[in-house]
């Protein structure tokens, strides 16, 4: 009895982890292409696993995410931490989240690339988060921690 008790065990565990979200890698250049896609409004949240505010305001974009997986709306949980960090710490905290957003981790360590990917107006804050519909021109970049409201406006305007 004890021994089909550990294998149940073992298979709920393997059957967590197989399911876990990888976490990709995402060059700059392959980040500046989201910013040019007509196919939606792309979210693209800048956050890391040590950021306090970046924690704090992630529950709330995962809450708009799933209100509007109806809609041409794509949002993309970005990670700047450190190489160190990749793939294990960030994988640890999006299970420990149930994040079920698409995470990335970017491999980019120049400011300025990501600067110039997001408009030229970034001045290296963490959270950062940017709401583009490329179709409409529509752009708008927010620096630190994001409400729920301030998102959902600026998605809703996006639409437009």
């Not at 065990?9 to 967590?16: D, E, N, R, S, T």
């Not at 392959?30 to 970046?54: F, H, M």
Request: a positive charge; proline letters at 5%; aromatic letters at 10%.
């Amino acid at each position: 009895m004890m021994k089909n008790w550990f294998l149940f065990l073992i298979v709920i565990c393997l059957g967590k982890w197989a399911t876990a979200q990888q976490i990709p890698q995402l060059t700059s250049a392959q980040l500046k292409s989201y910013t040019e896609k007509k196919d939606g409004i792309y979210v693209i949240n800048l956050w890391a696993t040590w950021c306090r505010p970046c924690v704090e305001e992630l529950p709330d974009i995962e809450k708009i995410a799933a209100s509007l997986r109806d809609k041409p709306v794509h949002v993309m949980l970005v990670s700047l931490d450190y190489a160190e960090a990749y793939p294990r710490t960030i994988q640890r905290f999006v299970t420990q989240h149930h994040l079920q957003s698409p995470v990335y981790w970017l491999n980019e360590t120049n400011p300025n690339t990501i600067n110039e990917i997001l408009g030229g107006q970034w001045m290296g804050v963490v959270p950062t988060t940017l709401v583009v519909n490329a179709k409409t021109g529509y752009r708008r970049l927010f620096q630190g921690k994001i409400t729920s409201d301030e998102l959902t406006r600026a998605i809703y305007q996006a639409m437009k």
